[in-house]
């Protein structure tokens, strides 16, 4: 009777699981219905630079990027390395793309046209844009300190007289005017 008891109490327990299997398992998103999220300039760099440090052509490496990032920033890489593949111009294949890849394209450029290495002009960029925003984020950490002084010394400057001047001064005049004890 008990073994009869425990296996409905499983039975009853597990069957969420049985009910919803394919929760459980990962839908894939198709890359047409991803939503378009701006993707970061700086993220953009690494990526291509991972693509050519992987062997890849510029072309390949834009169509690679393009087409894994997605949204209208890859549709300019793909459209960019398609477009290099089937013999455009530097210029004409970056016709129309968003101001977001412009790091990228002014990166690759000097690699495309005058056949320099893209490694390290796609790694100093990115490093460049890195320290620019940490010197912007430290200053806006400096003038943050300043715009906060004025509102914590009006929440603070009564908590501490009261808290800690008024019980002090009531003390010293009770005792000089002798009413307390």
């Known amino acids: 009777m ?3 008891l425990l296996a409905a109490a499983a039975v009853v ?7 919803h299997r394919d929760v459980r398992t990962p839908r ?3 890359p047409a219905t991803r939503a378009a999220v701006p993707v970061d300039g700086v993220l953009l760099l690494d990526l291509v630079d991972a693509a050519l440090g992987a062997g890849a052509s510029v072309p390949r490496s834009l169509e690679a990027v393009g087409t894994a990032v997605g949204g209208p ?5 793909a459209a960019a390395g398609a ?6 111009s530097w210029s004409a294949a970056w016709a129309g793309a968003p101001e977001r890849v412009r790091e990228v394209r002014d990166a690759l450029e000097p690699a495309w046209v005058g056949g320099a290495a893209p490694g390290p002009a796609l790694r100093s960029r990115a490093a460049a844009a890195r320290r620019e925003r940490r010197r912007r ?11 906060l002084v004025l509102p914590l010394g009006l929440c603070f400057l009564p908590a501490f007289v009261l808290l ?15 009413v307390l004890p």
Do not use: E, Q, Y
């Open 73 to 77: 920033d890859g549709h300019a890489l």
């Open 137 to 147: 984020a430290r200053t806006a950490g400096g003038a943050l300190g300043v715009h």
């Open 2 to 4: 008990s073994g009869a």
């Open 28 to 30: 894939r998103r198709d």
């Open 13 to 19: 327990v597990s069957a969420p699981w049985w009910l």
């Open 83 to 88: 477009a290099l593949v089937l013999g455009a």
């Open 164 to 178: 800690g001047l008024a019980p002090l001064v009531l003390g010293l005049a009770g005792d000089l005017v002798g």
